[in-house]
């Protein structure tokens, strides 16, 4: 994965938070409680329904989710947002050794980390590795992170465009798939966002779409036969 692509993917996923938190707190202990939450959860799914299935697009989808909840905790561990760029500069090439038997330990090492930068040196190292086994010069990483991103987005309908109606239905729809009724909305920079307010997280309208990851899976088709070494 190039550098640059790293960058912009990871303001995309700030920008992202922007949207449905009303503030973004550095060093905040109870937004990063809740972010290892989320890592946590992230890396478990890719290690049961990717490696342990022998499953190439729920491994690639998990690695991608990683990425979006791991950098998110990266930024919070920043003082601000020229700090994380300062991390970036200084800890984009220091590549972490990463190889089938120690793949799930670098991942679950993730949720420990308490110091900035790290990582991002982390997740460069797991995104390079995962396209060493690409079949050919593009990055299947590229592609998974973009998918994942277009998909996230689709959580965010714009404002202007969604009538009452269907807000009122995607909450219906919500409600019946979380089994809770305390959903809010908020809207911000132009998009809308519905929030369980029990555990304050965002929650799926009906505009949300999968994420495509048919490009990054094709160029992966050599990893099917060694993911069963990836086990711990």
Not at 8 to 25: G, Q, T
Not at 130 to 139: G, Y
Request: glycine share 2%; net charge negative.
């Amino acid at each position: 994965m190039k550098n640059e692509i790293f960058l912009k993917e990871a303001f995309d996923v700030i920008y992202m938070n922007e949207i449905f938190r009303d503030e973004i707190k550095h060093h905040d202990s109870e937004l990063i409680k809740y972010q290892k939450i989320y890592i946590a959860s992230e890396i478990e799914e890719t290690i049961e329904r990717g490696i342990k299935k022998l499953d190439v697009k729920e491994f690639i989808d998990g690695v991608a989710d990683v990425f979006v909840t791991a950098i998110f905790l990266e930024y919070l561990l920043c003082d601000n947002e020229r700090d994380f760029c300062y991390q970036f500069i200084k800890q984009i090439e220091k590549k972490i050794d990463i190889n089938q038997n120690n793949f799930v330990d670098v991942l679950l090492s993730i949720n420990d980390i308490t110091e900035k930068g790290k990582i991002i040196s982390i997740l460069k190292s797991i995104m390079d590795y995962v396209d060493s086994f690409s079949n050919t010069e593009q990055s299947p990483s590229e592609f998974a992170l973009k998918a994942v991103r277009f998909s996230n987005m689709s959580k965010f309908p714009d404002a202007d465009t969604i009538t009452e109606e269907q807000i009122n239905k995607d909450i219906e729809h919500i409600r019946k798939k979380t089994g809770t009724s305390n959903i809010i909305t908020i809207i911000k920079k132009g998009k809308i966002t519905y929030i369980n307010a029990d555990i304050n997280k965002f929650q799926k309208p009906t505009t949300f779409v999968e994420p495509d990851l048919s490009k990054a899976v094709s160029l992966l088709s050599s990893l099917q036969d060694k993911l069963e070494f990836f086990k711990s």
